[in-house]
């Protein structure tokens, strides 16, 4: 139950479709992997999957994370991160990275955290998700072909000066479709958004920061409560016509779960 994978460079998992790699608890939960920086080639995970991790919770030593790639490049490919129980399935800090065909299902809180990283998600796919599918900080991202079913909070969530280019995006059943705050820039073509409370959102979360911006286009709308919500000073354009901004108490939307959980 206190097992984990720790990996000081490179990690090279290659399984196949017929034959992936799984790890996976003997009891209900495990602290899941941890890759650390020490030079090399990029790590590359192929046809795995990563079940049932809680992060790593040791006296001087704890991870937010069922598996965390800290200033170590990696190359996901056909992963599937299933049931974590913390606060995000994944998570990379200070990385670049490729991701291609991954699935996350049934976490806890957060799916794919990204803290100062730069990278591609093709083809992703997120279901019942407790907390943000996908979660970005000061990063720069290429998304397309993302799918996300049965999110508690935000389908994506862009902040503290992330920019963010996504297209072909499909997102059913969560809080909030998409939501750039803090100095965030976000760009999203050929959305379908169905059954959310809120479609996007543009705001300032943290002061030290700024406004923030949507430019959507191609956006189809199916039973969304409101469209847009905007504070003013940020801005959210909406096939091409500037959505109204109004007056937000950020920190009392939150504390009504609003906007975040």
């Known amino acids: 139950p206190q097992a984990l994978l720790l990996v000081r460079g490179p990690l090279r998992v290659e399984g196949s479709a017929e034959d992936p790699v799984r790890l996976i608890p003997r009891d209900e939960t495990w602290p899941g992997v941890v890759v ?80 100062y990283v730069e990278g591609s998600l093709q083809r992703c796919a997120f279901s019942r998700i407790g907390g943000d599918a996908l979660d970005v900080s000061g990063s720069r991202l290429q998304v397309e072909g993302m799918r996300a079913f049965h999110v508690a909070d935000k389908a994506l969530s862009v902040g503290e000066v992330s920019r963010v280019e996504a297209e072909d995006v ?54 969304v409560d409101t469209p847009a919500l905007v504070q003013e000073g940020s801005r959210v354009r909406l096939e091409g016509v500037e959505q109204p901004a109004r007056e937000l108490d950020v920190k009392e939307l939150y504390r009504l779960g609003i906007l975040g959980n």
């Open 36 to 115: 650390l920086p020490a030079g090399g080639a990029p790590s590359l995970l192929e046809h795995l999957e990563v079940r049932a991790t809680r992060g790593v919770d040791r006296p001087g030593w704890h991870t937010t994370a069922g598996v965390t790639f800290q200033e170590a490049p990696v190359d996901l490919r056909s992963v599937r991160f299933v049931g974590h129980r913390g606060e995000d399935a994944l998570n990379l800090l200070r990385s670049s990275f490729r991701m291609s065909d991954c699935v996350f299902d049934s976490t806890f809180s957060d799916a794919f955290d990204g803290d």
């Open 170 to 223: 499909q997102v059913e059943d969560a809080s909030i479709g998409a939501a750039s705050k803090d100095l965030s820039h976000l760009s999203l073509r050929n959305v379908l958004l169905r059954r959310v409370h809120i479609g996007l959102a543009a705001y300032t979360k943290k002061p030290v920061f700024g406004p923030a911006q949507v430019e959507a286009e191609g956006v189809t709308l199916e039973q």
